[in-house]
Antibody, heavy 122, light 106 residues
Framework: QITLKESGPTLVGPRQTLTLTCNVS??????????VAWIRQPPGKALEWLAL???????RYSPSLEKRLTITKDTPKNQVVLRMTDMGPVDTGKYFC??????????????WGPGYLVTVSP | SYELTQSPSVSVSPGQTSIIDCSGH??????VSWFQQRPGQSPVLVIY???KRPLGIPERFSGSNSGNTATLTISGTQATDEADYYC?????????FGGGTKLTVL
């Protein structure tokens, strides 16, 4: 059974850097055809894809946030880390990590972690 | 960047068929996934690769994709289907989500 769980700070100050960790189990981050994505959701708003890292360390970023994002993985620790710089109030929301099965056309996200609420405030 | 457009809301009576659309440029040339998100919960995959159902998803959920529109159809809609539904697709190996549709079962 594949599970994912997000962790990190619940409160971040303006202009600070957010570091979130996704702990995965039930699969290896080095298994061919697997990836882990980060997706966020501001309160009451839609889902927004942020970044994706593949088993071969290939990385993809949202064009609108690419300059602020870094995604990395630590395979022995079964962790995927997302860093987002220059945080502002609009970055407040729930951050999800999700397992990506790489398939034709990009694949699909299943399952998702429970999500982690991050608030940006002085 | 690529845009996916969904109607903000759809309302149906129990037992009726719910139709939720997602539009994007040449969307029929891409694969589409659909996610169900109940209040306070994480999204759940209900359709992938346009029309495939993951294990555990009821048969009343189906999907199609052609031209510029992908459609999620819920036959015999139940009260438990009330949720937000998001479409998702890919463009140049980047992922994009629609704005979501709130399904209300009256």
């Amino acid at each position: 059974q594949i599970t994912l769980k997000e962790s990190g700070p619940t409160l971040v100050g303006p202009r600070q850097t957010l570091t979130l960790t996704c702990n995965v189990s039930g699969f290896s981050l080095s298994t061919s055809g697997m990836g882990v994505a980060w997706i966020r959701q501001p309160p009451g708003k839609a889902l927004e894809w942020l970044a994706l890292i593949y088993w071969n360390d290939d990385k993809r970023y949202s064009p609108s946030l690419e300059k602020r994002l870094t995604i990395t993985k630590d395979t022995p620790k079964n962790q995927v880390v997302l860093r987002m710089t220059d945080m502002g109030p609009v970055d407040t929301g729930k951050y999800f990590c999700a397992h990506n099965v790489v398939g034709a056309g990009g694949g699909w996200f299943d399952p998702w972690g429970p999500g982690y609420l991050v608030t940006v405030s002085p | 960047s690529y845009e996916l457009t969904q109607s903000p809301s759809v309302s149906v009576s129990p037992g009726q068929t719910s139709i939720i659309d997602c539009s994007g440029h040449k969307l029929g040339d891409k694969y589409v996934s659909w996610f169900q998100q109940r209040p306070g919960q994480s999204p759940v995959l209900v359709i992938y690769q346009d029309n495939k159902r993951p294990l555990g998803i009821p048969e009343r959920f189906s999907g199609s994709n052609s031209g510029n529109t992908a459609t999620l159809t819920i036959s015999g809609t139940q009260a438990t289907d009330e949720a937000d539904y998001y479409c998702q697709s890919w463009d140049s190996r980047l992922a994009f989500f629609g704005g979501g549709t709130k399904l209300t079962v009256l």
